[in-house]
């Protein structure tokens, strides 16, 4: 059953790599503060750069919830989980400390030149994480899907915005689009810095996302 490693083995970084999505979930200090989990996918958007260090790409959304939490001082806490949706059943868990390489800092630049990493329009961020636990679990009760295709929507849709953005449409900006939805979370914590600077900068109010 389920089987524990200080790194990630590297038995398992083939397998890794053939995924086709992730899960990463974070969560604020404050035990009344909303846990996040969210789906991730994409095609050379992941890798194993060592057994202690995995990364990801983040894309542009409507919410901000993971570079709230890594960016909150003290925490930093992330698990990224894969699941077997064909073949033998498999879950891994990666558990460790992430930081977001925001687009547009030297630390992004270099990482997307160094690892070779295609970027989109709406690429938002590399998020790092170095690794501190690794586990597998059985997921018998996971079940089987085919995999089809990765959606080119949200690539489509940045990719209008931008070119109406070099046309001149300063309103299709992606500072003012990560000003307005990247700059807070659900629980009105920081978020993406570039979009908390851009939103402070030119007036930007941002996306009020809690309800009630």
């Known amino acids: 059953m389920g089987v524990y490693y200080e790194t990630i083995p590297d038995s398992l970084i083939p397998w ?98 160094e690892q070779k990493v295609t970027t989109i329009p709406g690429s938002r961020s590399v998020i790092v994480v170095d690794v501190h636990q690794c586990a597998t679990s059985c997921g018998f009760s996971v079940p089987r899907y085919d995999f ?24 299709e900006s992606m500072d003012r689009y990560w000003a307005w939805k990247s700059a807070r979370s659900v629980d009105g914590m920081p978020g993406m810095k570039r979009g908390v600077q851009y939103a402070e900068q030119h007036g930007v109010e941002p996306l009020r996302k809690w309800k009630g």
């Open 16 to 113: 890794i790599k053939k995924q086709q999505m992730l899960f990463v979930g974070t969560a604020p200090l404050a035990g009344d503060g909303h846990i996040n989990i969210s789906p991730k996918g994409g095609e050379n958007f992941f890798g194993v750069l060592s057994p202690t260090q995995f990364w990801y790409m983040d894309l542009t959304g409507s919410g901000i919830e993971t570079h709230a939490h890594l960016h909150e001082p003290g925490n930093g806490r992330i698990c990224v989980m894969f699941m077997a949706f064909e073949g033998a059943p498999q879950i891994v868990r990666v558990w460790g400390a992430g930081r977001p390489l925001e687009n547009g800092t030297p630390e992004y630049e270099r990482f997307v030149q």
């Open 148 to 171: 089809v295709a990765h959606r080119p929507i949200l690539n489509e849709h940045f990719e209008k915005k931008d070119k109406k953005f070099q046309a001149g449409d300063e309103k």
